[in-house]
């Protein structure tokens, strides 16, 4: 089968086989597949789509490009269940929910990625943990999953290695925003790593890569029909990131905003709302829990009892990290030289928030990438951001900022104070979470 001819049936319109996804893909994995040629494949399905037929077999073909995690030798004692998020700002989700499940029977082998344009990672916010190892040897891996019931690390090479090729070559072709390559893409690596769950976290709003709640509804539509389709039990939930999510922006201040919310000493409401929807979709799907409302009460009662903060303890001490993180996060946590108040352009509510500009203030700082080669400073970024609502002026700034200088500080609160209008009617506030796609809906 010429690569050329199954480029040329999707150019025309045409929905590929099987057969022809899977050719085309274990072409791509073994090189035979050009650059060029892959470039012309993720255009035409770029134009013409996949319906989700195709987009399964797409999904399993790159599934089936490198390995598969086996977590069926551990006879761990409940399901391995993971969430995964289109990214937004102060978006520390991950870090909460993933001990919440394991103080609840779940297992959390979660791989999470870098921060992305105006994004944060999961994974430089874990960075900011001294000595934590984040690229641990598959054993580790597997061994703090089944201790700690949680390990959060970054990719491996070995999962679907054609996502990888497809994605860095789509990333320079302007075919990423196309709904079954990103479903394929995300999902290919889910399977990959061998879950029992998964729920998918699609934001929408001013800090969302899906750009309007329409595409924020295909997006998750299609991730919970291909993922079910595919095998793996999925619901999607859409939230809003019409504002940061947490009350901090950044990467160790991210890490800290999640201790004093697994501690109990400050947990964000919109932020607690979204985890716990997200945590108890989590239970759901992996039978822990006959439905939602249960879930919650559950996973309420690990955090409030601090079962959720100790898994998180044990996780990090299990890979390298410090053994009294929790109880004194201060002392090991990086703290900028420079931090200082950012005032309002002028007192009033917030009535807006650009949120994709905060992200890019908090890169800006240094504490994200311009280039992936790009090293960050953990320790900048923004605390006590005011929200939606919130009343600003001389007595409440818009938020602290934390920086290397007093010049990098001088430019981002310019940069903040921009992206936060400021008047007087109270704005409309989108739910937390804005909808929920579940197999059978999905259609
Ligand atoms: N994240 C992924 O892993 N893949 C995409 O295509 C888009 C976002």
């Known amino acids: 089968m010429l690569p050329q001819e199954i480029i040329r049936k999707k150019r025309d319109g045409a929905a590929l086989d099987p057969a022809e996804i899977d050719a085309f893909i274990a072409g791509l994995t073994q090189g035979r597949v050009t650059e060029g040629q892959a470039?012309?494949?993720?255009?035409?399905?770029f134009f013409r789509g996949m319906d989700v037929t195709e987009t399964v077999a797409l999904t399993r073909a790159m599934t089936a490009s490198g390995e598969r995690l086996d977590w069926a030798d551990l006879d761990l004692p409940g399901p391995t269940l993971d969430k995964h998020s289109t990214g937004g700002v102060g978006d520390n989700v991950s870090l909460m929910l993933a001990p919440m499940v394991a103080a609840c029977g779940g297992f959390v082998p979660m791989i999470s990625g870098r921060g992305l344009g105006h994004t944060g990672g999961t994974l430089d916010k874990l960075d900011s943990i001294p000595g934590y190892r984040s690229q641990p040897d598959a054993a580790t891996f597997r061994r703090v999953v089944r201790e700690a019931g949680c390990a959060i690390i970054g990719q491996?090479?070995?999962?679907a290695p054609a996502d990888k090729r497809l994605y860095a070559?789509?990333?320079?072709t302007a075919t990423v925003e196309s709904i079954p390559l990103i479903t394929a893409s995300i999902l290919s690596k889910k399977l990959a790593a061998g879950l029992d769950g998964l729920v998918m976290d699609v934001k929408t709003g001013s800090g969302a890569f899906m750009p309007t709640l329409q595409r924020a509804r295909d997006l998750a539509r299609s991730i919970a029909a291909v993922a079910t389709r595919a095998g793996l039990p999925t619901v999607a939930l859409i939230t809003d990131m019409n504002e940061p999510l947490a009350s901090a922006a950044g990467n160790a201040v991210e890490t800290r905003n999640a201790i004093d919310f697994l501690t109990g000493a400050r947990r964000d409401p919109r932020l607690l709302e979204v985890t716990l929807a997200l945590a108890a979709e989590m239970l759901v799907v992996g039978r822990l829990a006959p439905d939602v409302a249960t879930a919650r009460v559950r996973l309420t009662r690990a955090l409030d009892a601090g079962a959720a903060a100790e898994r998180f303890q044990r996780m990090v001490a299990a890979l390298g990290g410090p053994a009294d993180l929790i109880a004194r996060p201060e002392k090991h946590l990086p703290a900028?030289?420079?931090?200082?108040?950012?005032?309002p352009s002028r007192p009033g509510l917030v009535t807006a928030i650009d949120a994709r500009a905060?992200?890019?203030?908090?890169?800006?700082?240094?504490?994200?990438r311009t280039r992936v080669e790009d090293a960050i400073d953990p320790s900048v970024g923004f605390v006590d951001l005011a929200g939606l609502g919130d009343r600003v002026g001389p007595e409440r700034p818009l938020a602290i900022v934390h920086a290397a200088d007093s010049a990098a500080a001088e430019k981002a609160a310019g940069a903040l104070a921009a992206a936060c209008r400021i008047g007087e009617a109270l704005p409309p506030r989108g739910a937390p979470v804005a909808e929920r796609f579940a197999p059978e809906e999905a259609g």
């Open 39 to 45: 470039a012309a494949f993720a255009m035409a399905v």
């Open 156 to 159: 491996t090479a070995g999962l």
């Open 169 to 172: 070559i789509r990333d320079v």
């Open 336 to 343: 900028a030289p420079v931090q200082r108040a950012v005032a």
């Open 358 to 368: 905060v992200g890019l203030a908090v890169v800006a700082l240094g504490g994200g």
